[in-house]
């Protein structure tokens, strides 16, 4: 609909530029425009996401070469409706008269344009060639654990992306470059807000763990070999957890595992490990459907706009950590993927039971490598990339000097020493995707995940004993009205507040962790009954 020709046909002469009727007029018009606006930048969205998707599944280079043009070109599409002065005309104009849903693509749109124009199309094409070269020179040197492989490529990119920040945070009024690369995903994420939280959690993370291991002495794990399982196996075990979870869409397999699409078009990818099928493929087929159920639960109404979208990658972190800890490491969990094993897949190992699977899901160790990492364990992971990334960006840190930084950090927050790159800096794509301010993501959703599933329990008591049956839905109910159903109407930051009544803050992630791993003790009589109705079933 084109508001200039509506006014020129004669509508305006009807109720008269000075009567009442038209400035209601002027604001239905301005609201449909923004939404034909704020639905081509959501379908330009979509795009870049099959356009990642096909970047990381190709299988050849010159595959990833074309992927990656097309990326390229889709990134700048999307970047010139943003800036066009279509979209500046109608920001401007007044606002008053609408609804929720179009106020909410506003500001969406406003905070896109933003970031946006902290860059030009040149910048978008130089982007994508260092990201490209970084991401290729990565792969070679992770292969043979040597960062002077990636060193130069990185450092071009790092410099690219520190100047990026500089001229994003000047854009949104910000001060932090890093600030600044936080809020182009999750808007409202600040540095200030989670340097005390990062603090509090790497105390009580070091005091908590020496008493875990200890407490942990007395139990008995099953040899490693228990947890082998061959890949054809895993994958069907992968289909059986996310169907049972509620996942339609495609299954992939790629080297880092990622979500991706909207609530018509979901796809997953998965990595897996043939020595430890619990670490890799029942936890990544957890925390990625966690993703998935996100886009697939969200609402119908105004799904091809901005609105209807994840609200931000804090969110969207959220609710795959909730899957994956809150959810996953549970006695409940343990169960039902007990069930899986020997009632869908056929496994006859008298090793594995629920109190061997929970004990292994839930065992706390020494390691340098984040995915695999334990739940207590896995914040001090994060805090070292915040740490780390900051002093990057803040060019506090030479990318030279990158891998020895980051191999006498991991031994200060973990304790553990680094025994080649790629264990230590090497071990994630993000920075070398151009992505330095992600991890503080994965730190918002270990947080908020405790929080809401605080919450839940509250609501209802029982709401993991379905898993008994092999059922989500009351886990998936309860998710659906309160945070999937809200999109985009609000941001991370105030959907945690709404439903749980308070800021994001530590105390419900510490209090898990104490429960779990100190009050909780793992009883063999609790899983008898239920270990004896499987043996009857094998």
């Known amino acids: 609909m084109d508001a200039n020709k509506i006014f020129s046909s004669g509508v305006s002469s009807i109720v008269g530029k000075n009567g009442p009727a038209y400035p209601i007029l002027k604001e239905i018009i301005t609201s449909v425009k923004e939404n034909n606006l704020s639905a081509k930048v959501c379908k330009m969205l979509k795009e870049r996401d099959w356009r990642i998707w096909d970047f990381v599944t ?107 920040g500089s001229a994003r945070a000047k854009q949104i009024g910000l001060i932090s470059p890093y600030d600044a690369l936080m809020d182009e995903l999750s808007p409202g994420l600040r540095t200030k807000d989670l340097t005390p939280l990062v603090a509090d959690i790497e105390a009580f993370t070091k005091n908590i763990v020496p008493l875990i291991k200890d407490k942990q002495k007395s139990v008995t794990d099953v040899p490693e070999e228990t947890w082998n399982m061959d890949l054809c196996t895993q994958k069907k075990l992968v289909k059986a957890i996310s169907g049972y979870m509620g996942f339609k869409g495609e299954l992939g397999e790629a080297a880092h595992p990622l979500c991706l699409g909207d609530k018509d078009d ?118 070292l990339r915040y740490k780390l990334g900051r002093e990057l960006i803040d060019g506090n840190l030479m990318v030279k000097d990158l891998p020895k930084e980051w191999n006498k950090q991991t031994k200060e927050l973990l304790g553990t020493d680094v025994k080649n790159d790629a264990d230590g800096c090497l071990q994630d794509i993000h920075w070398f995707s151009g992505q330095i301010g992600y991890f503080p993501n994965y730190f918002y959703g270990t947080l908020a995940s405790a929080q809401l599933m605080e919450k839940a329990k509250k609501d209802n008591p029982n709401i993991l004993s379905a898993l008994n049956g092999k059922s989500f839905v009351p886990i998936v109910e309860w998710l659906t009205a309160n945070v999937y159903t809200k999109a985009s109407l609000l941001d991370a930051n105030d959907i945690i507040k709404s439903v749980t009544g308070k800021p994001l803050s530590a105390e419900a992630h510490k209090n898990n962790i104490k429960n779990r791993y100190l009050d909780g003790d793992i009883k063999r009589e609790m899983f008898i009954t239920k270990r004896n109705l499987n043996s009857s079933n094998r």
């Open 58 to 164: 190709a299988k050849t280079s010159l595959q990833r070469g074309i992927s990656a043009a097309r990326l390229g070109v889709s990134r700048i599409r999307q970047h010139n409706v943003l800036v066009s002065k279509e979209l500046g005309d109608e920001l401007k104009s007044g606002s008053a008269l609408l609804n929720e849903e179009t106020l909410a693509n506003r500001r969406m749109l406003t905070h896109l344009r933003k970031h946006a124009k902290a860059t030009s199309v040149y910048g978008h094409l130089m982007q994508m060639i260092r990201v490209v070269s970084s991401e290729r020179n990565w792969e070679n040197a992770r292969k043979y654990s040597d960062f002077s492989k990636v060193e130069n490529s990185f450092e071009k990119l790092v410099a690219f992306t520190r100047n990026l």
């Open 266 to 383: 979901v796809r997953i990818t998965i990595s897996y490990n043939e020595k430890d099928f619990i670490s890799s493929a029942v936890m990544y087929a957890v925390h990625e459907t966690g993703h998935a159920l996100y886009r697939m639960n969200l609402p119908e109404m105004n799904k091809d706009h901005l609105v209807s979208n994840i609200s931000s990658q804090a969110m969207d972190e959220t609710m795959s950590l909730f899957m994956q800890n809150q959810v996953g490491r549970s006695k409940e969990f343990a169960v039902f993927l007990d069930k899986v094993l020997k009632e869908d897949l056929g496994v006859d190992n008298p090793n594995i039971t629920p109190e061997t699977i929970f004990n292994k899901m839930n065992k706390v160790k020494d390691g340098t490598l984040r995915m695999p990492a334990d739940e207590v364990n896995y914040p001090l992971h994060l805090i």
